[in-house]
């Protein structure tokens, strides 16, 4: 028998509703889908700002802290492709438990992709933003330089060059950057996102 | 050249400071590391109500929502096992530097896979603890009933039976569990943790 009998195995985690009323705020995840270069992480760090102006905590998880942290190991194949979206998608969902706003920034093409996305998340929690900037565009901002690259063929599988980008059917807000700044459409997706992170009282 | 002058590639993340001010706290990982049936998630999630309490935000990473879900295709080889760590590390980390406390819970027998984590979480935000309970004790406890699957020869490389702890060699809070509740156990860690949590101002 065991000496300790106050050790309870199994004790719960604190509850999510517990974590939620502390930070003031309900846990969801913004999914921003979009090509390369169409504005997303830009849009999801203004937000970030401004939500953190409002004192509400979020994350931002997009190619810069992920693919050089926990996704270091995993390449472009369309197996590594899909591993990216689902540990992105769990890492999503573990700060979204714990009461975060989280604004997922992954170029994500194909709807198998975001449904396993938001399969994992789960659907009351999941928030999906088409951040609609046409090719053309993307193309001309170039900002990486990886669209002059995939042109040249020195990256092969580029979305929107090499490799198809099919639209979201049903996204919850669209956003088209076009003719307005980040902070702009930051502003939208606020508008969109604050009665759905409030806590109902 | 671009028709959206206003979008600026590549704006910062919300720097982890103004992160931790608005939590009030700094960012930190306890790395609980010991035999399995020691205790380490029964006192993280104790400690995690102690910290709700104090209204300090935290979480609780362990085998139940790790290996249920970022690390679902992972076994128990050696080189599993490594990737295991490697990635809670790297969630760990993305929690840290969001501002909150993260409890992981992780038998992490070998000196390496600690090294690992350590590495990759950073010095400075790295503090582990040994929760450090006797093999009878734990193998008395079996709460998982795995030392008997272990004894019978169904489960290989147990740690502890088949596979060796190596012994934290310079950790930052030794644990003794076997007489006291995991309450008492959790109110130590606080006493450790908190005046490393303290925002200096």
Redesign the interface.
């Known amino acids: 028998?065991?000496?300790?009998p106050?050790?309870?195995?199994?004790?719960?985690?604190?509850p999510r509703a517990?974590?939620e009323k502390?930070?003031g705020q309900r846990g969801k995840v913004l999914w921003f889908t979009g090509l390369s270069?169409s504005?997303k992480?830009?849009i999801a760090?203004?937000l970030?700002?401004l939500l953190?102006d409002l004192?509400r905590?979020s994350?931002?998880?997009d190619g810069d802290?992920v693919r050089t942290?926990?996704n270091s190991?995993l390449g472009f194949s369309d197996a590594d492709r899909a591993?990216n979206i689902r540990?992105v998608a769990?890492?999503a969902?573990?700060?979204c438990q714990?009461?975060?706003l989280v604004l997922c920034c992954f170029v994500s093409p194909t709807r198998a992709l975001r449904g396993l996305a938001r399969q994992i998340i789960g659907e009351d929690d999941y928030i999906e933003i088409y951040v609609q900037t046409p090719l053309e565009?993307c193309e001309?901002?170039d900002?990486?330089g990886l669209y002059a690259r995939a042109r040249r063929g020195e990256i092969t599988n580029f979305t929107g060059i090499s490799a198809p980008f099919e639209e979201p059917e049903n996204p919850h807000l669209i956003i088209q950057?076009?003719?307005?700044?980040?902070?702009?459409a930051a502003r939208e997706v606020l508008r969109f996102l604050q009665p759905r992170m409030e806590l109902h009282t």
Do not use: W
């Open positions: 028998m065991s000496q300790s106050h050790i309870h195995p199994y004790a719960d985690y604190l517990e974590k502390l930070l270069g504005g992480s830009t760090r203004s970030e700002r953190h004192k905590p994350v931002v998880l802290n942290g926990i190991n591993e540990r769990e890492v969902k573990l700060f714990n009461g975060l565009e001309a901002r900002v990486k950057t076009l003719h307005c700044s980040a902070d702009e």
